[in-house]
């Protein structure tokens, strides 16, 4: 199985609201990864967990939350989002962090989040 | 992490090579360089990597300089499939602007 889920495909929730994008990966990889991607843009890295301990926080407000509950799960919680958060929301996995043996990241499909 | 440059943008006819180079003049001596791609509506998808030596698999060459502040992926025979934005990354972690290649039938 060489596939990362996500979790819902599409998401539309207000700025008061609290939801939870999740990620799932069964490649026995240790390190997993948040990314935003605007339209028309590169992905963005937000997270880095490796080891299911976060390693590292692109400078990312507080109002979104990564949780790592076990090697197979990631999940990002959000909470009082701006209009300019919406966006697709990436996840992705490889078998550790950094590329010194050519860690190549496998990517889900993303969940597109509109936030009204 | 390394600083990319890519161009924005490339054409290319269909059954033709094509050939989209990378800068990547700050890369470090242990970093791999990784090509991605993403087609419309997906996430990336992983293409090749090589550290120094060229390399090459089903879908693509990789040709990396020797000095290695440059490399250039390969599409052998260009097909419709194979419009999509292509990123390098030396970093392994962080993506620059991405050429968008057109394919032409």
């Known amino acids: 199985d060489t596939e990362v889920t996500q979790t819902p495909k599409h998401l539309v929730m207000g700025m008061t609201n609290k939801k939870s994008l999740k990620c799932e990966q069964h490649m026995g990889h240790r390190a997993m990864y948040w990314y935003k991607q605007k339209a028309k843009k590169p992905p963005e890295l937000m997270f880095v967990y490796s080891y299911e301990k976060l390693s590292i926080n692109e400078s990312v407000p507080s109002r979104f939350s990564p949780e790592c509950p076990n090697s197979s799960l990631l999940n990002l919680h959000l909470h009082a989002l701006q209009p300019e958060d919406s966006a697709l929301y990436l996840c992705a996995s490889s078998q550790s962090t950094g590329t010194a043996y050519g860690n190549e990241q496998f990517f889900g499909p993303g969940t597109r989040l509109t936030v009204l | 992490d390394a600083k990319t440059t890519q161009p924005n943008s490339m054409e290319s006819n269909e059954e033709e090579p094509v050939h989209l180079p990378c800068n990547h003049s700050?890369?470090?001596?242990?970093?791999?360089i990784h090509w991605y791609r993403q087609l419309p509506s997906q996430g990336p998808e992983y293409v090749i990597h090589?550290?120094?030596s060229n390399v090459n698999n089903r879908m693509a060459s990789l040709a990396i300089a020797e000095d290695r502040k440059s490399s250039t992926l390969i599409l052998h025979r260009a097909t419709l499939r194979d419009a999509a934005v292509y990123y390098c990354t030396p970093s392994g972690e962080g993506f620059g602007a991405g050429t968008r290649l057109t394919v032409k039938p």
């Open positions: 090589g550290l120094t």
């Open positions: 700050t890369i470090s001596g242990t970093d791999y």
